[in-house]
Nanobody, 129 residues
Framework: QVQLVEAGGGLVQAGGSLRLSCAASGRTFSSYVMGWLRQAPGKEREFVAVSTWSGGTIYLADSVKGRFTISRDNAKNTVYLQMNSLKPEDTAVYYC??????????????????????WGQGTQVTVSS
């Protein structure tokens, strides 16, 4: 069983920054693929970013490229989402997710939320205009 706990959400003005963190349990965290997905009110959950175990493969959604970065510290069992130049349309509940089994290293594979095995409880990010 893997437990994921997000932190770092909050209210920020447009143009501001936030850093989300996700602490994971599990002795083999370094082997997990870690992703961030978000869900805005009335919308489907959408992919934001993903990092494979070594950080060697990272994908970002087009809507956040150049503004968000994903990183991980395997020694701390933690993955981060640094969000800069935030926009009101970034307002959503942000979820951390772990994929612990095999995978295909393909962008579209990771954008499917059904690929992920474990989920955090989510953290609210609200960007005011």
């Amino acid at each position: 069983q893997v437990q994921l706990v997000e932190a770092g959400g909050g209210l920020v003005q447009a143009g501001g920054s936030l850093r989300l963190s996700c602490a994971a349990s599990g002795r083999t965290f370094s082997s997990y693929v870690m992703g961030w997905l978000r869900q805005a009110p009335g919308k489907e959950r959408e992919f934001v970013a993903v990092s494979t175990w070594s950080g060697g493969t990272i994908y970002l959604a087009d809507s956040v490229k150049g503004r968000f970065t994903i990183s991980r510290d395997n020694a701390k069992n933690t993955v981060y989402l640094q969000m800069n130049s935030l926009k009101p349309e970034d307002t959503a509940v942000y979820y951390c997710a772990a994929l612990v089994g095999g995978y295909r290293s393909d962008y579209y594979y990771f954008t499917d939320s059904r690929r992920y095995d474990y989920w955090g409880q989510g953290t609210q990010v609200t960007v005011s205009s």
